[in-house]
């Protein structure tokens, strides 16, 4: 009888849609993939430009769930040795919910040495958060965020890479 009823409850769990929205209070956390979009220039009011642009997943999904910017002083920040430091970045997520989530943040890069990869780690904050289901995304306004990844600088090709975004409580 329990073995049938974890059997049960197993399906039932593997047919409930995987749900972008937490509860408040609780993290937010995506994983990411992003292509370098750099070398066209498109800019924000602030001089930042769109570097990076991707998808979003929920935590543990395989299905797109929106699409992600990075926007950047580029090129800028502060190089020393195989390290870039790099601040006032704005991320922006477009979730197909309806729902838009955007932040600041300050990070850097370190060049593994052989220039074939990159690692890149930043904290910020959440600086606007809108629409959604229900009571909407709005109470993740103000939280700590932090994200980061690896990027794939493959010979003659543009850099790609895969990482992680999370808002933290």
Avoid: C
Wanted: net charge negative.
């Amino acid at each position: 009888m329990r073995k049938k009823l974890f059997i049960v409850l197993m399906l039932i769990l593997m047919l409930v849609p995987l749900s972008v929205a937490s509860a408040e209070g609780e993290p937010l956390r995506f994983e990411t993939t992003y292509n370098f979009v750099g070398h066209i220039p498109q800019t924000d009011g602030e001089g930042r430009q769109l570097v990076w642009q991707g998808e979003v997943f929920v935590h543990g999904g395989e299905d797109p769930v929106g699409t992600a910017e990075w926007w950047m002083f580029f090129p800028g920040g502060v190089d020393t040795g195989n390290v870039n430091h790099w601040e006032d970045a704005i991320w922006k997520i477009y979730l197909d919910d309806g729902g838009y989530i955007q932040g600041k943040e300050w990070g850097s890069t370190t060049w593994i040495p052989g220039g074939e990869r990159a690692n890149w780690r930043a904290n910020g904050i959440v600086e606007v958060a809108t629409g959604g289901p229900g009571d909407g995304y709005g109470y993740l306004e103000g939280r700590p965020m932090h994200d980061g990844g690896k990027v794939i600088l493959p010979l003659g090709e543009l850099p790609s890479g895969t990482g992680q975004l999370h808002i933290n409580k």
